[in-house]
């Protein structure tokens, strides 16, 4: 197949071009290298992405914001992609309450977009990246796809919420085969700089102390990455269909008689993070200085998916322990810092 990709010099986008490539797509890479990270690190990404022998023929590389439309109407109409994998986002709970304006230009113009994209240049399926977060205030455990999310706690959640709504309509109003994933709490080598393993790595290595929000009560379905990739390429194999049972008197929001599905991708573990903190102290040898905190605004205290329509659908199973997934993590941390030092 010929895939676009979109945010291919993120962590996820990266691992799953690369999957893709080793299997033998096509790959089209979009990305605005932007600096709300390193951006040194997104550029070894594509490094290691051109490093492939698939990539001199499979692989093309276009440095373009998916906020601008006029850039994403040629990128469309010059590739002509199969299938789409949207996850250029900008992301982030605490981030959204600082720059709010990051959020609709690229989660919600540059999702439109996308769609738009889609619509007009026959692909085949879209599959966009959700986030657990849409489940803002619910409390019932595990997150079930099937229940009402319309209480999101940050803009960065609604902005979510709101992708899974206009990709419904674009399901509806054109027969477009739309999935979106709620992704999980996602970690392991090359990850965000700005996520909790990544950032406390960074400062128990150098003897500072490591803020622990919630006094560390959080509960975390941490999902590795390569768990992840394999539930991304199983749904991306299996264009949304419309459930013959849906009716609008009791309607499934995780489905619809539109070509439309909405699946939650994470381990089905919730992990406490003071366990996650101590697996880490063990993975690097030394221990952490904890300053305890409360609650952050946007946040939640505990996310849990329940993963059973993903399960049943494409057979996803993650395997890969917190043990596991952490260790795999200091590993190429410390060997790609100590590189680059």
Not at 45 to 60: E, G, K
Not at 175 to 192: A, I, M, N
Not at 268 to 278: C, D, G, K, Q, S
Request: proline share 6%.
């Amino acid at each position: 197949m010929k895939v676009l990709i979109t945010g291919a010099a993120g962590f996820i986008g990266s691992h799953l071009a690369l999957r893709l490539l080793e299997r033998g797509d096509t790959v089209i890479g979009v990305d605005d290298m932007n600096d709300y990270y390193d951006p040194s690190l997104k550029r070894a990404r594509l490094d290691r992405i051109r490093a492939l022998p698939a990539s001199r023929q499979r692989f093309v590389f276009e440095h373009e914001d998916i906020a601008d439309r006029t850039a994403m109407e040629r990128v469309f109409r010059e590739h002509r992609p199969e299938r789409v994998v949207n996850l250029a986002a900008q992301a982030g709970v605490r981030y959204s309450l600082e720059n709010p304006a990051a959020y609709v230009d690229t989660n919600l113009v540059g999702f439109g977009n996308i769609l738009e994209g889609c619509r007009h240049n026959g692909v085949e399926h879209l599959v966009y990246a959700s986030s657990s977060s849409v489940y803002g205030a619910n409390t019932t455990m595990p997150f079930s796809v099937h229940d009402n999310v319309d209480h999101p706690l940050s803009l960065y959640a609604a902005s979510k919420k709101a992708n899974e709504l206009m990709a419904h309509t674009y399901a509806h109003l054109y027969q477009l085969p739309v999935t979106g994933l709620r992704f999980f709490t996602v970690y392991g080598p090359w990850g965000r700089p700005d996520m909790a393993l990544f950032l406390f790595t960074k400062k128990i290595l150098a003897g500072e102390p490591i803020d622990v929000f919630n006094y560390g009560h959080h509960r975390r379905d941490f999902t590795y990455i390569d768990d992840i990739v394999e539930g991304v390429i199983r749904t991306l194999d299996r264009p949304a269909r419309s459930n013959p049972a849906w009716t609008g008197a009791e309607p499934d929001s995780a489905t619809s008689a539109a070509p439309y599905r909405l699946y939650n991708i994470g381990a089905h573990r919730p992990v406490e993070l003071m366990h996650y903190i101590e697996v880490l102290e063990d993975c690097l040898g030394k221990k952490a200085e904890k300053n305890l905190l409360p609650l952050q605004p946007g946040d939640v205290p505990d996310t849990y998916a329940d993963v059973e329509a993903l399960r049943t659908d494409t057979g996803y199973e993650p395997t890969t322990s917190v043990e596991e997934g952490v260790a795999r993590f200091v590993d190429w941390y410390l060997g790609y810092y100590r590189a680059a030092a």
